[in-house]
């Protein structure tokens, strides 16, 4: 068992194993319940043990709760006004995608022509994300890397790999559960611009993240 359903199993099994006796308020134990949501949560953590990022989603979820349909979007509307209101004046895109969040980073804030460690200026971005992503921590936090043409595809493979986990590692230095984080290198194979120009280049050497809501069921 990952440290995800541990931490699920982990819950689960406190929030069941006792309940108050309204006649008396004494604590006591229900051995039935407990069983019966330890099923369940066995259950789901067998069924989701393909499928990483819905697995991880259905896990985190258990840990620490999920989203009901009907509260999805207010929870993300709410979030989202969080997060323009800090990335004001940073560069940085917030893109709304029915409910999730999308921030495009763009070059000049991320990293230095290949590399792959923080830049001071992206540090001040991501401890700003920090800031609202662990005052909602009902979502996944999906972190992709993005490089231009330039160099071979495995170079370029490897780069973007190593930047995402570097916004990954930050954000959990800052308190974010680094279960809710799925760190991702997409390498040349996404351009939004043309690699033929220095500044199709340039708009293509970037990091999104995206928040995506975990949601019952």
Same mark, same amino acid.
């Given at each position: 068992?990952?440290?995800?359903?541990?931490?699920?199993?982990?819950?689960?099994?406190?929030?069941?194993?006792?309940?108050?006796?309204?006649?008396?308020?004494?604590?006591?134990?229900?051995?039935?319940?407990?069983? #019966?949501?330890? @099923? +369940? *949560?066995? /259950? $789901?953590?067998? !069924?989701?043990?393909? =499928? %990483?990022?819905?697995? &991880?989603? #259905?896990?985190? @979820? +258990? *840990?620490? /709760? $999920?989203?009901? !349909?009907?509260?999805? =979007? %207010?929870?993300?509307? &709410?979030?989202?006004?969080?997060?323009?209101?800090?990335? $004001?004046?940073? !560069?940085?895109?917030?893109?709304?995608?029915?409910?999730?969040?999308?921030?495009?980073i763009p070059n000049q804030?991320?990293?230095?022509?290949?590399?792959?460690?923080?830049?001071?200026?992206?540090?001040?971005?991501?401890?700003?994300?920090?800031?609202?992503?662990?005052?909602?921590?009902?979502?996944?936090?999906?972190?992709?890397?993005?490089?231009?043409?330039?160099?071979?595809?495995?170079?370029?493979?490897?780069?973007?790999?190593?930047?995402?986990?570097?916004?990954?590692?930050?954000?959990?230095?800052?308190?974010?559960?680094?279960?809710?984080?799925?760190?991702?290198?997409?390498?040349?194979?996404?351009?939004?611009?043309?690699?033929?120009?220095?500044?199709?280049?340039?708009?293509?050497?970037?990091?999104?993240?995206?928040?995506?809501?975990?949601?019952?069921?």
């Amino acid at each position: 068992m990952n440290k995800i359903a541990a931490i699920a199993m982990s819950v689960l099994i406190t929030t069941a194993c006792t309940t108050i006796d309204p006649q008396t308020g004494q604590t006591v134990s229900n051995n039935k319940a407990t069983g #019966a949501i330890i @099923g +369940a *949560a066995a /259950g $789901a953590i067998i !069924g989701k043990s393909t =499928g %990483s990022h819905h697995r &991880d989603r #259905a896990l985190v @979820g +258990a *840990a620490i /709760g $999920a989203l009901a !349909g009907t509260a999805v =979007g %207010s929870y993300m509307d &709410d979030q989202e006004a969080a997060m323009r209101h800090e990335m $004001a004046g940073t !560069g940085v895109d917030v893109i709304r995608d029915g409910d999730r969040l999308i921030l495009n980073i763009p070059n000049q804030v991320t990293f230095d022509v290949n590399r792959a460690d923080v830049k001071p200026e992206f540090t001040s971005v991501l401890t700003r994300i920090a800031s609202v992503v662990n005052h909602y921590p009902k979502t996944m936090i999906e972190v992709a890397g993005h490089t231009d043409s330039t160099g071979s595809a495995s170079y370029n493979q490897t780069l973007s790999e190593n930047r995402a986990n570097s916004v990954k590692s930050y954000l959990g230095q800052q308190g974010t559960m680094y279960e809710r984080i799925n760190a991702i290198g997409f390498g040349e194979s996404r351009p939004v611009a043309d690699n033929n120009t220095a500044e199709g280049r340039a708009n293509n050497r970037r990091v999104e993240i995206e928040l995506v809501p975990i949601v019952q069921g």
